[in-house]
């Protein structure tokens, strides 16, 4: 069972916006950034979204995040047919035994 | 450009020691605030994180798997090494390294152990 908590699924079609939420605790989201990774498989993850709302170069502005007390969420609009993946929230917790790496179960995007 | 490559065994056999090689290129290890991590992926499960050492030798680990756990690295030669003993066959998955200064910032493509006899 993951530390921060994500919808298994999600869907959409050619050109609609979706949004893939993520929600943590006062001691990971509440307290530190948001990092956000795609996953295609058999391939490396790919940060997407760091620091809550950055996008590292390269990455089309299509995708967005935003972070909100305990919970962040990432923004895909003008879906597209490639954007079809696994994506994964992540965050530092600050654990009792210190500072550790949290990540949440990953929502599957499906395209339609 | 940043790169990372994992190696290691792709098959161990239960009670057995696994010992994974990350090596990488494009960057210093000897950089302030630089880390290297392992994480990994069982067979359709979610990620998890295990280890982060930094370019100062500080070290953090999983606390479920701290017992288990050792990473180390090697500046001269690229390398971080990390190993985990009395491996079992629910420890298969995708093992991969990581670059981070912060959260992962780049991933290596992964290499997939599996534990069975």
């Known amino acids: 069972q993951s530390v921060l908590t994500q919808p298994p699924s999600a869907s959409g079609t050619p050109g609609q916006r979706v949004t893939i939420s993520c929600s943590g605790s006062s001691s990971n989201i509440g307290s530190n950034y948001v990092y956000w990774y795609q996953h295609l498989p058999g391939t490396a993850p790919k940060l997407l979204i760091s620091?809550?709302?950055q996008r590292p170069s390269g990455v089309p502005d299509r995708f967005s995040g935003s972070k909100s007390g305990t919970s962040a969420s990432l923004a895909i609009s003008g879906l597209r047919s490639e954007d079809e993946a696994d994506y994964y929230c992540a965050a530092w917790d600050d654990n009792l035994s210190g500072p550790i790496w949290v990540f949440g179960g990953g929502t599957k995007l499906t395209v339609l | 450009q940043i790169t990372l490559k994992e190696s290691g065994p792709t098959l161990v056999k239960p009670a057995q020691t696994l010992t994974l090689t990350c090596t990488f290129s494009?960057?210093?290890?000897?950089?302030?605030?630089?880390?290297v991590g392992w994480i990994r992926q069982p067979p359709g499960k979610a990620l998890e994180w295990l280890a982060l050492i930094y370019w100062n030798d500080d070290k953090r680990y999983s606390p479920s798997l701290k017992s288990r756990l050792t990473v180390t690295k090697d500046t001269s030669k690229n390398q971080v090494v990390l190993t985990m003993t009395n491996m079992d066959p629910v420890d298969t998955a995708t093992y991969y390294c990581?670059?981070?200064?912060?959260?992962?910032?780049?991933w290596g493509q992964g290499t997939l152990v599996t534990v069975s006899s």
């Open positions: 494009g960057f210093s290890f000897t950089t302030g605030g630089v880390g």
């Open positions: 990581v670059y981070s200064r912060g959260l992962p910032d780049f």
């Open positions: 620091r809550n709302n």
